[in-house]
């Protein structure tokens, strides 16, 4: 398996708290992703980056912010949760484009 | 706004049978992805096509893309239960580095 992982797997928040997902690679790729997944949705891109310090927002970046200080490391965000961001987040990292991303195992997150 | 889409969205099949699930895309991409996804787990990557025409097969599933048509299929053949699992096709902006979903096909193999 790649070396990506995810931290938490499993959270439960109340709305209105501060909440920040961890996506941690030992593969030194260039871009990493963040997904959202719902039923009847599939996986919907929340931000990205294509290196150190330089993200972008994806089709539903709104409530969420991101950070990368590190090639290694991609935090996700979210200032004020909402139980609309209840959902299960994918973290996957990429280092061209002949190559699939690769998933993180996911952080389930529970928005009361 | 990018769109992928996938039909059908639930599939029930018998052992033995074949069946092809569509992925068609709205923007221009020669990248297109296959994933798989076992309920409760994360995706795991199947085919990646790289070009109009690419077809790559592994087992009893076979990927094909025509970019011109905006179009990829996974042709399931003989039908087995260790393939009940969820579908995802992905592409990729032509801008580079976006991957967009499909909403997904749920595939239920019945003995």
């Known amino acids: 398996d790649a070396g990506i992982t995810q931290s938490p797997r499993h959270k439960v928040t109340e709305t209105g708290t501060p909440v920040t997902l961890r996506c941690h690679q030992t593969e030194n790729h260039r871009y990493m992703y963040w997904y959202r997944q719902d039923p009847g949705h599939g996986l919907r891109l929340i931000h990205y980056s294509y290196g150190v310090k330089d993200t972008d927002k994806g089709e539903v970046s709104d409530g969420y912010s991101v950070s990368r200080s590190k090639t290694e490391d991609f935090l996700l965000t979210l200032e004020s949760a909402t139980s609309s961001q209840t959902s299960v987040y994918f973290c996957?990292?990429?280092?061209?484009?002949?190559?699939?991303?690769?998933f993180g195992p996911g952080t389930r997150l529970t928005v009361l | 706004e990018l769109k992928v889409e996938q039909n059908p969205l639930f599939l029930s099949m018998q052992e033995g049978k074949n069946y092809t699930i569509y992925c068609n895309y709205s923007t221009t991409s020669d990248r297109l992805y296959w994933y798989r996804q076992d309920p409760g787990k994360s995706l795991e990557s199947l085919f990646v096509?790289?070009?109009?025409?690419a077809v790559k097969q592994e087992g009893r599933l076979m990927a094909s893309l025509d970019t011109k048509a905006r179009l990829s299929t996974l042709h399931i053949t003989a039908a087995v239960h260790d393939l009940s699992a969820t579908y995802f096709c992905a592409v990729d902006t032509n801008t580079g580095n976006q991957f967009y979903f499909g909403t997904g096909t749920s595939l239920t193999v019945i003995p």
């Open positions: 096509l790289l070009s109009n025409g």
């Open positions: 996957a990292i990429s280092e061209s484009l002949v190559r699939s991303p690769v």
